[in-house]
């Protein structure tokens, strides 16, 4: 069944950008970013050592810190973009969306940091035809609502130019940090000039905020854990499809166990979903992975597997026409494996 899954040309719809960095491709930007053999890397490749598969969820987070450090430049930045991609091809992605919070430091400007990111998609693309990528501009919830604006009109600006990369907008961040109804104007603008909207939703326990949410609109939502039954009924209602993250939420504790994760009652209800990885590199995974989870948890077979897929085809952010070749992709595959 893994290998199955490995070769299936999955899709990705729910990616940050820096927490797709594994310990090992941080090692790859490490040598890249200082040089090999130099005290620098040296000293990263060190404070590496302590991490595994069995790492707990401080130390997941503590990788954060890295990723910080090591694209704090214009260079760094764009060889995460490239790697990001190249471990997403390696895993037979066919498409992902990529999502980050635009950033600003004494090297580059907020604009800078997306052109960087921007252009990086563009030569990846290049060395690796197989894999198409998008990009959502994220809103960190936690900032002030001037930076969410801010973010807003710089994805409208990249849309104009690279509408084929830059196709919409992210809300995450701390879910017990920031007001949704202050970041409402700035995402109803962006929805308002044609970017797609997907917001993290519900997760964490918060009922008054998930109404709001829900009444505003989006077209996915991201965790979706806290959704009651209502909820669900909604997104079936709307087709607003729940990005399902389950070694994420595994990990993190938002959801206790994977038998008790909230894809199966999606499922039971027939309601949209797709699985996605949230941080691939914070929590070791893989797409994969993901499905190799699912399936050994909810016991989804090979064409549960591929419907998964083509929903998520479906529910990305890309063309008709991009779609269709998703779609041509997965036939082939399916020729190859009936
Ligand atoms: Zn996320």
Same mark, same amino acid.
């Given at each position: 069944?893994?290998?199955?899954?490995?070769?299936?040309?999955?899709?990705?719809?729910?990616?940050?950008?820096?927490?797709?960095?594994?310990?090992?491709?941080?090692?790859?930007?490490?040598?890249?970013?200082?040089?090999?053999?130099?005290?620098?890397?040296?000293?990263?490749?060190?404070?590496?050592?302590?991490?595994?598969?069995?790492?707990?969820?401080?130390?997941?987070?503590?990788?954060?810190?890295?990723?910080?450090?090591?694209?704090?430049?214009?260079?760094?930045?764009?060889?995460?973009?490239?790697?990001?991609?190249?471990?997403?091809?390696?895993?037979?992605?066919?498409?992902?969306?990529?999502?980050?919070?635009?950033?600003?430091?004494?090297?580059?400007?907020?604009?800078?940091?997306?052109?960087?990111?921007?252009?990086?998609?563009?030569?990846?693309?290049?060395?690796?035809?197989?894999?198409?990528?998008? /990009?959502?501009?994220? =809103?960190?919830? #936690? *900032?002030?609502?001037?930076?969410? $604006?801010?973010?807003?009109? @710089? !994805?409208?600006?990249?849309?104009?130019?690279?509408?084929?990369?830059?196709?919409?907008?992210?809300?995450?961040?701390?879910?017990?940090?920031?007001?949704?109804?202050?970041?409402?104007?700035?995402?109803?603008?962006?929805?308002?000039?044609? /970017?797609?909207?997907? =917001?993290?939703? #519900? *997760?964490?326990?918060?009922?008054? $905020?998930?109404?709001?949410? @829900? !009444?505003?609109?989006?077209?996915?939502?991201?965790?979706?854990?806290?959704?009651?039954?209502?909820?669900?009924?909604?997104?079936?209602?709307?087709?607003?499809?729940?990005?399902?993250?389950?070694?994420?939420?595994?990990?993190?504790?938002?959801?206790?166990?994977?038998?008790?994760?909230?894809?199966?009652?999606?499922?039971?209800?027939?309601?949209?979903?797709?699985?996605?990885?949230?941080?691939?590199?914070?929590?070791?995974?893989?797409?994969?992975?993901?499905?190799?989870?699912?399936?050994?948890?909810?016991?989804?077979?090979?064409?549960?597997?591929?419907?998964?897929?083509?929903?998520?085809?479906?529910?990305?952010?890309?063309?008709?026409?991009?779609?269709?070749?998703?779609?041509?992709?997965?036939?082939?595959?399916?020729?190859?494996?009936?």
């Amino acid at each position: 069944m893994l290998d199955f899954l490995k070769e299936l040309p999955k899709v990705e719809l729910h990616a940050h950008l820096n927490g797709s960095l594994s310990i090992s491709t941080l090692r790859d930007l490490g040598e890249k970013v200082y040089g090999e053999n130099t005290e620098e890397f040296l000293e990263l490749c060190a404070r590496f050592i302590k991490f595994d598969r069995n790492s707990k969820l401080e130390e997941c987070f503590e990788k954060f810190a890295f990723v910080h450090e090591l694209t704090s430049t214009e260079k760094g930045l764009r060889y995460a973009t490239e790697f990001a991609i190249r471990d997403f091809a390696q895993d037979n992605v066919q498409y992902v969306e990529l999502r980050t919070t635009p950033k600003a430091n004494s090297h580059y400007t907020r604009r800078e940091y997306l052109h960087y990111v921007v252009e990086s998609i563009r030569s990846a693309q290049t060395k690796y035809p197989k894999i198409m990528v998008k /990009l959502l501009a994220s =809103i960190n919830r #936690a *900032e002030p609502v001037a930076v969410a $604006e801010e973010t807003v009109s @710089l !994805a409208l600006e990249f849309a104009k130019t690279d509408g084929d990369i830059v196709v919409g907008i992210d809300l995450s961040g701390n879910p017990a940090r920031g007001k949704f109804s202050d970041f409402i104007p700035a995402l109803r603008s962006a929805r308002e000039q044609g /970017l797609k909207l997907a =917001i993290h939703c #519900a *997760e964490i326990e918060n009922p008054s $905020e998930i109404k709001e949410m @829900l !009444a505003f609109g989006m077209s996915r939502c991201g965790h979706g854990t806290y959704l009651s039954k209502d909820d669900l009924t909604h997104m079936k209602r709307h087709n607003i499809p729940v990005e399902c993250c389950l070694t994420s939420n595994v990990k993190s504790g938002t959801v206790s166990s994977y038998e008790e994760h909230h894809l199966k009652q999606l499922m039971e209800a027939e309601a949209p979903k797709v699985l996605c990885t949230d941080d691939s590199g914070v929590f070791d995974t893989t797409l994969s992975m993901e499905f190799h989870l699912a399936t050994q948890t909810f016991g989804l077979n090979r064409s549960q597997c591929i419907e998964l897929t083509k929903e998520a085809v479906h529910h990305s952010f890309a063309s008709s026409e991009e779609k269709q070749k998703m779609l041509i992709k997965l036939e082939e595959f399916l020729k190859r494996n009936p």
